[in-house]
């Protein structure tokens, strides 16, 4: 089946620690984006990627790396940079770039501070 | 990105069809209407789009107003796995407002 898989589901990290969220999609997608959700809210875009070695910011970049060395794999790093990094992230893949396609989501990771 | 209004919450019977009004009056020419949900826990799902014409897929059917200014998302027959929170987003970005939690009920 064609999806996007987020892992692990539920991630713990210590204080100054950095943890890396992998996402991966086999839909053929050129675009991928990763979105934290805090509870209660709306989603609040961290980066997005249109294409393979390209990537841009999003509304709350600060504390956040990513890469897309592969069309399939955009995974995110919460740095220790990141102060308040409790939440629930999740990953997206579009057709085509630049959020004029309906996005497909993965289920998520929930991340907490120890 | 266009505002959107929607009601906080709806019930709906099971087995019954379940209208969602969303209303969207500063909406751009060339901008589509997209519909989302989101059960609880679990990532945003995709329902169905459209610009200015009615769209059907096998999950629901998108009414929009000839002045787009409004539109409805209609659940044929509302199953229990239909309760979640429902989002409408105009353009791409989304910017996910309340929504409207749609309870289904037995």
């Known amino acids: 089946d064609g999806g996007i898989t987020q892992s692990p589901k539920y991630l713990f990290r210590k204080e100054g620690q950095n943890v890396t969220l992998s996402c991966e999609q086999n839909l053929n997608h050129d675009a991928m984006y990763w979105y934290r959700q805090d509870p209660g809210q709306g989603l609040r875009l961290i980066y997005y990627s249109q294409i393979v070695n390209d990537f841009q910011k999003g509304d709350i970049a600060e504390g956040y790396s990513v890469s897309r060395e592969k069309k399939e794999s955009f995974p995110l790093t919460v740095t220790s940079a990141q102060k308040n990094p409790t939440a629930f992230y999740l990953c997206?893949?579009?057709?085509?770039?630049?959020?004029?396609?309906?996005?497909?989501f993965g289920d998520g990771t929930r991340l907490s501070i120890l | 990105d266009a505002k959107t209004t929607q009601p906080t919450s709806m019930d709906c019977a099971e087995g019954r069809a379940a209208n969602l009004p969303c209303n969207h009056s500063?909406?751009?020419?060339?901008?589509?209407v997209y519909w989302y949900r989101q059960i609880h826990s679990q990532g945003p799902q995709y329902i169905i789009h459209g610009l200015k014409n009615n769209e059907t897929n096998e999950m629901a059917s998108l009414i929009i107003t000839e002045d787009r200014k409004s539109s409805t998302l209609i659940l044929p027959h509302a199953t229990l796995r239909d309760t979640a929170v429902y989002y409408c987003i105009v353009g791409g970005k989304l910017i996910f407002g309340q929504g409207t939690e749609l309870s289904v009920k037995p």
């Open positions: 500063t909406i751009s020419g060339n901008e589509y």
């Open positions: 997206a893949s579009s057709m085509q770039g630049a959020f004029n396609q309906p996005q497909h």
